[in-house]
């Protein structure tokens, strides 16, 4: 050993790699770190909306039956519903079949008619049409609307002895009644016996149809309705009890007919698609013109078409318009997957799904031409109607017009003030208070409230009859309502000093008390404005002939010579200023008044000591290369 520190340069050379890549890897984790803490931050802090759970499997079948009706419910927990039973069960044991399905654990039975009830004895016999034997049909559940009494034919007796001879439990469910299917997926009883969802019964003689037990299903942003052959009249009754679900796919009530699925009834629970089942020989003429008809006008608020198509098994009989409205297709297969469903391998979003969380469902924003995935215009008001998108969502008007009924009147003035911006009431007058609804809103009154100041006079009276403002209770500011001034004093509402005095009517009935309708309450020959100005007595006249500045003229010949009695008695300045927080202390401001400090930055503490580490190698390895050659 000479004292010396030797290295040859293959040493040198590893020890600069190494620290150079000591370096390097420091300086990239640096960069993940900060990458994931970006991606973290969005996570966890974002406030979008939550997809909802994808799908298992929830299906609904339209069985084609022919003439009749079955709807087959096929749950992700493996439960099963089944709607009707046409009048031959074959078709739907076939259907079954093919499903592998071997329990019903809820036959439901919307009302008594053979082609919805007569082929239960078939489904629970199972293929050799036999109960009690291996291949039957179990079924856990019936429910009916009952009072079988009411519809006395064979089918009915059919049906009650396969549920004895089988010891299947049988009810009656109440409006309202939710069967959970598990899996999310509900059930809800919403009409039964002429009684409706949200209270309302049908108090005329109903037939058979109208008496038909009518379930919503629902499952995440999905709903279907399926009522039997409930007729109109319950139909209307039903809407409003629905509420805010809006139907993605509507089973066609009563095959189709034009006693069923009326405008207001369609138009009220705007189905995006429909199904319905018919025979193509049936002799009734399924469906009606008249019900294609109310679907194919179902129009969005900005005219374009909401509905999209009707869904048939099978042509049926009817004076069909609207070809390219509808398909026919046997089996109608419903899926439900995510915020999307299929019928029969054609999709649609649901109603309610909203992929970006802004309040309005991806349906209404692909038929307004808005961003499903922006979130942003929301906030906007692109016709400048008052309403916000998602508020012209909910009142169902067009947000590209500022009004949508065409009534004079913007949809988000009427919003406001509890009008309907879809109907033409321009000429009503809600609050009697003689002024049409479009006349209130010309002068900005309240057309629910017939004294939208509150002042005691209604909007019609100040508007015509006294001129005053019907938005203020004091028109002339003087500090009496234009009630108290056309009413108690009978001063003008439209004058602050109606007897020209230079004391307005508030200030001389409650401060000084003098009469605001003459200008010399004390009849003294000065005018009470005067005397107040130079500390003397408006109410009484024995100041006429005092001197009070004492210079031997009296203070009424002082007012005839426009000279001043005294010292003018001038006001306290009321308009004193605050000088604020001048204490000199200094804030940062974090929008709720308290102190923040800077906050530590993790990533450059990380750069820096890369790049310290970096120039150490470097300053080592000329310290080392310095020693060799010494």
């Known amino acids: 050993m000479n004292g ?3 290295i040859n340069k293959f040493q040198i050379v590893t020890i600069f790699i190494t620290l150079v890549l000591v370096g390097v890897y420091l300086i990239s984790s640096t960069v993940l770190f900060a990458e994931s803490s ?10 979008g909306h939550q997809g909802s759970r994808e799908s298992s499997g929830l299906s609904i079948t339209c069985i084609n039956v022919s003439k009749g009706d079955s709807t087959l419910i096929t749950v992700p927990s493996g439960k099963t519903m089944l709607v009707d039973t046409a009048i031959d069960g074959t078709p739907v044991l076939e259907v079954l079949r093919e499903k592998g399905i071997e329990r019903i654990d809820y036959l439901v039975s919307t009302h008594w008619d053979s082609d919805h009830i007569g082929g239960t004895w078939e489904i629970a016999a199972g293929e050799d049409r036999e109960l009690n034997t291996n291949d039957d049909i179990e079924i856990s559940n019936a429910i009916d609307r009952g009072r079988e009494e009411e519809k006395d034919n064979s089918y009915v007796d059919d049906y009650l002895w396969t549920l004895d001879e089988k010891n299947i439990p049988r009810s009656t469910p109440d409006i309202g009644d939710i069967i959970d299917l598990g899996e999310g997926v509900s059930a809800t009883c919403v009409t039964l016996n002429g009684e409706v969802l949200g209270g309302r019964t049908a108090d005329w003689d109903l037939g058979e149809n109208a008496k038909s037990l009518g379930y919503l299903i ?24 629905l509420g805010d679900v809006e139907i993605d796919v509507l089973h066609l009530n009563h095959h189709g007919s034009y006693s069923s699925s009326t405008w207001d009834f369609v138009e009220g629970v705007r189905p995006e698609n429909a199904v319905v089942s018919v025979g193509f020989t049936n002799s009734y003429g399924h469906p009606h013109r008249e019900v294609i008809d109310n679907l194919e006008y179902l129009e969005s608020p900005c005219g374009d078409e909401w509905f999209q198509h009707l869904y048939m098994t099978e042509t049926g009989s009817g004076n ?5 409205l509808i398909t026919v297709h046997g089996d109608i297969e419903i899926e439900i997957i995510g915020d999307r469903y299929e019928i029969n391998g054609d999709s649609y979003p649901t ?66 003030y509890g009008l309907d911006p879809l109907q033409k009431d321009h000429r009503g007058d809600p609050d009697g208070d003689g002024l049409a609804n479009e006349y209130e809103y010309k002068i900005n009154t309240n057309p629910a409230l017939d004294d939208t100041d509150g002042d005691g006079l209604d909007d019609k009276q100040e508007a015509f009859d006294y001129l005053t403002s ?45 009469d605001p309708l003459y200008e010399d309450s004390d009849q003294d020959g000065m005018p009470d404005g005067w005397e107040v100005i130079y500390g003397l007595d ?26 001043e009695p005294g010292v003018p008695q001038l006001p306290v300045d009321w308009n004193t200023t605050h000088p604020g927080d001048d204490n000199g202390n200094k804030t940062k401001g974090n929008g709720t008044g308290g102190e923040v400090e800077d906050e530590d930055n993790p990533v450059l503490l990380y750069i820096v000591v890369a790049i310290i580490i970096l120039i150490f190698g470097v300053m080592v390895l000329f310290f080392i290369k310095a020693g060799g050659k010494s």
Do not use: K
């Open 470 to 514: 019907p938005l203020l209770n004091d028109t002339d500011g003087d500090g009496l309502t234009d009630y108290d001034e056309v009413d108690t004093h009978l001063t003008s509402p439209m004058r602050s000093d109606t007897d020209g005095d230079r004391l307005n009517d508030g200030e001389e009935v409650s401060v000084y008390f003098t």
């Open 38 to 47: 970006v991606m973290d931050s969005s996570v966890s802090g974002g406030t």
């Open 4 to 6: 010396h520190f030797n």
């Open 218 to 241: 629902s499952y995440g942003t999905f709903d279907f309705l399926v009522c039997g052959d409930l007729t109109w009249g319950v139909e209307e009754l039903l809407v409003p009890g």
């Open 538 to 563: 408006p109410r009484s006249p024995l100041d006429a002939n005092e001197d009070a500045d004492n210079d031997n003229i009296s203070n009424l010949q002082e007012y005839m010579d426009g000279t």
């Open 351 to 416: 109603d309610e799904a909203d992929a970006d969380g802004d309040a309005m469902p991806d349906i209404w924003e692909i038929h307004m031409g808005l961003d499903l995935n922006d979130p942003t215009d929301a906030d906007a008001d692109r016709d400048a109607d008052g309403l916000s998108e998602p508020d012209e969502y909910l009142w169902w008007t067009c947000p590209l017009l500022n009004d949508t009924d065409s009534d004079g009147m913007p949809d988000g003035w009427e919003a406001e």
């Open 320 to 324: 069909s318009t609207g070809a390219g």
